[in-house]
């Protein structure tokens, strides 16, 4: 079977959206599977909806797998993205090919560190998007050399790139970039613009400069929001869908339906950016804050507040959940009543990002183990539950029902007939009789295991008074103690599931 290109593509008689020739664009730093079925996913749907009509070529920021830029370039840049899951209740699989990719280039080899600088001296170029991990933000005195080929940390290449483009325009205040950074950690664009001035400081580059890369230069922190499963691992799958699509594809890409691109920026960013035209969903925000809370307290905190329970009520994956009314009328009224009361946006935004949560577990192409979730449930708790729990009761002046029964959930999960202590866990016994095994911090391991014999009373005093747990004494709620035990015990007479029922 041929591989992909644009004349084998053309031959299979293909009749969506596809645009072969068109300047460059955008300096993608990263060629793998999440920023292709994200971002230049709503890059394509730019040149196509919005008229954009730019490219983006792509840079490895690491060398250890030329090959894929290979793969790449011999299908001229295009490959094919399935979206897949569920909206509005209804299965979604939707193909699309992939066309506003130019190239790749791996400027490790061949010398295409000099591709790289060339782009940054094109009068098209206007747009930078990196993701390179969480590490890849980083910086580390004497790590790079401004003439090294190419510097070794991806905020080094960018100082590079930035400061031949300001060499090539002789500093125009115009000719700066808007800089899209996807990293997932906080505040991502200030972070990378602070490691972009260390190493313009440690090269001794002119002042003019510096005042140049931080004025004329937009450094945009970004909330991204798309699982991306990334391949087909069925062989047989992947081979019927090849045999349907009549070509070889060696980078073809799976993301979920939902996406949602949120860009911290200044005014007027919005209208120079092709997003809003296309109509896809990616907004430019003063603040991507309350988006980011909004994401953590109702997408994770979903997850984290009903899956301990749900797995000792003999449930194994999110989309199984969704499909019992009582998991789900439980995960709901914690979201719709206790947690978005607490969110400083917009309640029909939240209500409709809430609503597609329920979307988004019940996707039938994606087996999210519930085990999976529950690593570091101590952590995750405290990060995306509490924060919603205290304010509830901060402002209702009483205890969130649901939120308390998770916080309970937690207890019962971690301390449920626990068998042993070994060196990567904590092995309890599931009410259904087969073992299951806890990963978490150690000191949270030895705290449960420490406590195995405790009556329930004593463990959960133990639990909720624990400063280390939640840098506070929960003891000290009014009536919290006494409600989390009869929750607890009410878990380890009745079942989970009855638990979680008594709520609703």
């Not at 004329?216 to 349907?244: H, Q, Y």
């Not at 969704?322 to 009328?329: C, I, Q, Y």
Request: aromatic letters at 10%; a negative charge; glycine letters at 6%.
């Amino acid at each position: 079977m041929e591989t992909l290109n644009y004349k084998v593509l053309e031959q299979t008689g293909y009749n969506g959206y596809i645009l072969k020739d068109a300047p460059i664009k955008v300096m993608q730093f990263g060629e793998g599977n999440f920023l292709r079925a994200f971002v230049d996913y709503f890059y394509d749907i730019a040149n196509e909806k919005a008229g954009y009509n730019g490219k983006v070529k792509l840079v490895q920021p690491i060398g250890n797998f030329p090959q894929m830029a290979d793969w790449i370039n011999e299908q001229e840049g295009l490959y094919t993205l399935y979206l897949r899951g569920s909206e509005k209740g209804q299965k979604v699989d939707a193909k699309r090919v992939i066309s506003c990719v130019s190239d790749c280039v791996c400027p490790y080899v061949d010398n295409k560190w000099d591709d790289v600088l060339a782009l940054a001296r094109s009068e098209e170029l206007e747009t930078v998007v990196s993701n390179t991990t969480e590490a890849g933000i980083a910086y580390n005195k004497g790590d790079s050399e401004f003439d090294q080929v190419p510097p070794n940390s991806f905020p080094a290449k960018l100082t590079r790139v930035l400061y031949e483009r300001y060499k090539a325009f002789n500093g125009a205040a115009d000719k700066g970039l808007v800089i899209l950074s996807c990293e997932l950690i906080d505040n991502n664009g200030k972070e990378l613009k602070k490691c972009c001035n260390n190493y313009a400081k440690d090269w001794n580059l002119d002042a003019t400069f510096i005042d140049w890369m931080n004025n004329a230069n937009t450094f945009c922190s970004t909330l991204v929001d798309r699982i991306v499963p990334g391949r087909i691992r069925d062989p047989k799958e992947l081979a019927a869908l090849e045999e349907a699509n009549g070509y070889h594809d060696a980078v073809l890409d799976v993301g979920e339906v939902f996406g949602v691109w949120v860009i911290e920026g200044p005014a007027g960013l919005e209208d120079k950016l092709p997003f809003k035209k296309a109509g896809v969903n990616v907004m430019v925000v003063p603040d991507v804050t309350p988006y980011k809370k909004r994401k953590v307290r109702i997408l994770n905190g979903a997850h984290t507040g009903f899956v301990l329970g749900a797995y000792l009520a003999g449930f194994d994956i999110v989309r199984d959940c969704m499909h019992n009314d009582t998991v789900r009328g439980f995960m709901n009224k914690m979201l719709h009543e206790e947690i978005i009361p607490t969110l400083p946006l917009d309640k029909k935004d939240l209500e409709d990002f809430a609503s597609a949560v329920e979307d988004r577990f019940n996707n039938p192409f994606v087996n999210h183990e519930l085990m999976s979730i529950s690593l570091n449930s101590t952590s995750k708790w405290k990060a995306r539950n509490m924060p919603s729990f205290l304010a509830y009761i901060e402002e209702q002046k009483k205890l969130p029902q649901c939120l308390t029964m998770s916080l309970a959930a937690y207890i019962a999960f971690y301390s449920n007939d626990i068998q042993e202590r070994t060196a990567d866990g904590l092995i309890c016994k599931r009410p259904a009789g087969n073992t299951y095994k806890i990963q978490d911090d150690a000191w949270a391991l030895d705290f449960y295991y420490a406590h195995k014999d405790d009556t329930a009373a004593e463990l959960v005093h133990a639990v909720l008074s624990n400063t280390q747990m939640w840098d506070q004494d929960l003891t000290k709620i009014e009536g919290l103690e006494a409600a989390v035990l009869a929750d607890l015990e009410k878990i380890r007479t009745e079942g989970a599931e009855a638990a979680y029922k008594s709520c609703l």
